[in-house]
């Protein structure tokens, strides 16, 4: 196969592992009903079924791009995509809720290992400029249409199959993509260096995380000026601490601290973070505001959102084009605004809202706005970085991203809990009570969502310096030597 066929090949196949990464944190959400039904969850212990999936996902990212790094990304890249199918395999099989969430974590630690060794393949695959981007327009599609269509898929599954099919369904993808992988994927070399994995880094920053987002969910519970709460959110404080430190001391450092001098890297980060608390808590919110609310099935749910993925996927294909004539920063803190106007779009729900005046305009708004961001915010936080670090800064924009949708979920959540609450002490808790005072908490929710959304559009403004992407730079990442032998 000629080299430029090569490389388009495996492209389909690394966006096929990450679209099935990018599915499963959106999948469940339809489904929840019917796994707490089925496996006789809590309500508070029903949100670990999502958590125990992003929290994995995002702290050993980082992890996963040092390791890819080490010991050769197509290798790491195949032993991710094998531990997330086997655990997607075991998820479908659980038969009690403890079961369910321990292999929900080991699907994020198999994704946490495929997903930036993916990103890191492709990134010195194709060379910066033109090309490059061409790429990770078609990567920030099927991204950004996979946190969509995994609601579909799981709303089609949930209805006429079964919950357990939401897993299961990644079981022969994961095997195609793992069998297709040695034939359009080039080996690449491992770094000589001998240097550790910072193992104790990516235990601390992950054990950080978790604390943050179990303390800011139970805060409904215990209260914030609860010491447990405060005790918990301290601890998490002092994690993070203690990693920096880590960071700064050992020869093998998870993140370098040294990368963050790269602006554009850093700035696509600080957006990234607010980019994935804004999606994540939208589908979220929407998906529990159609179904509670509104009374729609899991499969009409799911239909309703093929707008907004159809939306993502044209605006993500023509945001390469304008990212080449306008620039990462215009492009960034457009779609930032547009998706933070979609987002303000459904703080005015209501409990007798319509598919077509409620929610279609939001989704076409903040469809365009998650495509257009997508791509630029991936291209500038692997823009000028030096191919040893291609995976560090794949699995930083990565982690980034997942971090901030846990964090999102979790404080919006506790936002839309606390105003419904609110209500409930009110005005009672009758049917219509309790529906009002749910859409009120969702629409509380949406408008702190879309101030943030907003933020992001400022910060992409202000802090990227302006520049074109349509021409490789003088720095640009070598292409992948297809012909070289895996060490």
Request: hydrophobic share 55%; aromatic share 8%; glycine share 12%.
């Amino acid at each position: 196969m000629p080299d430029t066929s090569r490389k388009w090949a495996a492209l389909v196949f690394l966006c096929a592992a990450q679209f099935m990464v990018v599915l499963d944190v959106s999948i469940v959400n339809v489904a929840l009903p019917s796994i707490q039904r089925g496996l006789h969850f809590s309500e508070q212990n029903l949100l670990w079924v999502l958590n125990a999936y992003t929290l994995l996902f995002g702290g050993f990212l980082m992890l996963g791009g040092r390791v890819a790094d080490k010991l050769g990304r197509r290798r790491v890249f195949m032993a991710g995509v094998a531990l997330f199918s086997a655990a997607s395999l075991l998820c479908g099989l659980a038969t009690s809720s403890g079961w369910l969430v321990v292999a929900r974590a080991f699907q994020g630690l198999g994704a946490a290992i495929a997903s930036p060794a993916a990103l890191s393949i492709l990134t010195v695959t194709f060379t910066e400029g033109r090309e490059r981007n061409t790429a990770l327009s078609i990567w920030g599609a099927i991204a950004g249409a996979g946190g969509a269509f995994g609601v579909l898929l799981g709303g089609i599954l949930t209805q006429e199959i079964g919950w357990s099919w939401i897993f299961y369904v990644n079981v022969p993808i994961g095997a195609l993509v793992i069998l297709a992988t040695p034939f359009v994927l080039a080996p690449s070399t491992p770094e000589e260096e001998q240097r550790g994995f910072d193992i104790p880094g990516a235990v601390t920053v992950t054990a950080s995380l978790v604390l943050l987002v179990f303390g800011l969910v139970k805060s409904t519970n215990w209260g914030w000026a609860s010491p447990r709460t405060i005790g918990v959110l301290v601890a998490s404080a002092v994690l993070m601490a203690v990693f920096v430190m880590i960071e700064r001391r050992t020869q093998a450092p998870l993140v370098p601290l040294s990368i963050f001098r790269n602006r554009s890297l850093t700035v696509s980060n600080v957006v990234a973070v607010i980019l994935g608390a804004s999606i994540f808590s939208m589908f979220y919110f929407l998906s529990l505001y159609m179904q509670q609310v509104l009374g729609y099935s899991a499969l009409r749910t799911g239909i309703g959102y093929l707008s907004i993925a159809g939306a993502i996927i044209v605006a993500a294909g023509i945001a390469q084009t304008l990212v080449a004539r306008f620039g990462v920063r215009l492009v960034l803190a457009t779609g930032m605004l547009l998706a933070a106007g979609g987002i303000l779009y459904f703080s005015q729900i209501s409990v007798n809202g319509t598919y077509l005046g409620t929610l279609l305009p939001g989704f076409m708004l903040a469809g365009v706005g998650l495509g257009l961001s997508f791509v630029p915010v991936t291209i500038g936080a692997v823009s000028g970085v030096p191919p040893q670090e291609a995976g560090v800064a794949s699995g930083l924009i990565n982690t980034t991203q997942q971090v901030g949708g846990a964090l999102g979920v979790a404080v919006l959540s506790t936002i839309a809990i606390s105003v419904t609450t609110h209500f409930a002490v009110s005005h009672g808790h009758g049917r219509a009570a309790a529906l009002t005072g749910l859409t009120h908490g969702f629409s509380a929710a949406f408008y702190v969502g879309a101030v943030v959304a907003g933020i992001g559009a400022v910060v992409a403004l202000l802090g990227l310096v302006q520049s074109r992407s349509s021409e490789p730079s003088s720095d640009a990442l070598p292409v992948l030597e297809l012909a070289h032998d895996e060490a």
